[in-house]
């Protein structure tokens, strides 16, 4: 499985962002998928999954009620809606994809760099 994310850019504090995450697969349904951020000289950081076929969606702590996830499919993509920007959600944002029998994420995109300015 292939990944390749986007969408992201320089925002100010309050704006919103789409992310997208595009999969090269034809079994792109039967991946769970996640965002991931990180940010130099700090641990990645969980942000938000979403099941198979979308019934399940986490959130990190930090973003809920900000942030929506969300998956269509037949498009094999995955979006991460981000809204209420906050310098604090300064990173690079990653994408990545699992089998639910796998515990690990192993497929990983590159990143999208997302800058929120005060």
């Known amino acids: 499985v292939q990944l390749q994310a986007s969408g992201g850019g320089l925002v100010q504090a309050g704006d919103s962002l789409r992310l997208s995450c595009a999969a090269t697969?034809?079994?792109?349904?039967?991946?769970?998928v996640g965002w991931f951020r990180q940010v130099p000289g700090k641990e990645r950081e969980f942000v938000a999954s979403?099941?198979?076929?979308?019934?399940?969606?986490n959130y990190a702590d930090s973003v809920k009620g900000r942030f929506t996830i969300s998956r269509d499919n037949a498009k094999n993509t995955v979006y991460l809606q981000m809204n209420s920007l906050k310098p604090e959600d300064t990173a690079v944002y990653l994408c990545?994809?699992?089998?639910?029998?796998?515990?690990?994420?192993?497929?990983w995109g590159q990143g999208t760099l997302v800058t929120v300015s005060s």
């Open positions: 979403i099941s198979e076929k979308g019934g399940i969606t």
């Open positions: 990545a994809a699992r089998t639910w029998s796998n515990r690990e994420f192993d497929y």
């Open positions: 697969t034809r079994t792109f349904s039967r991946y769970i």
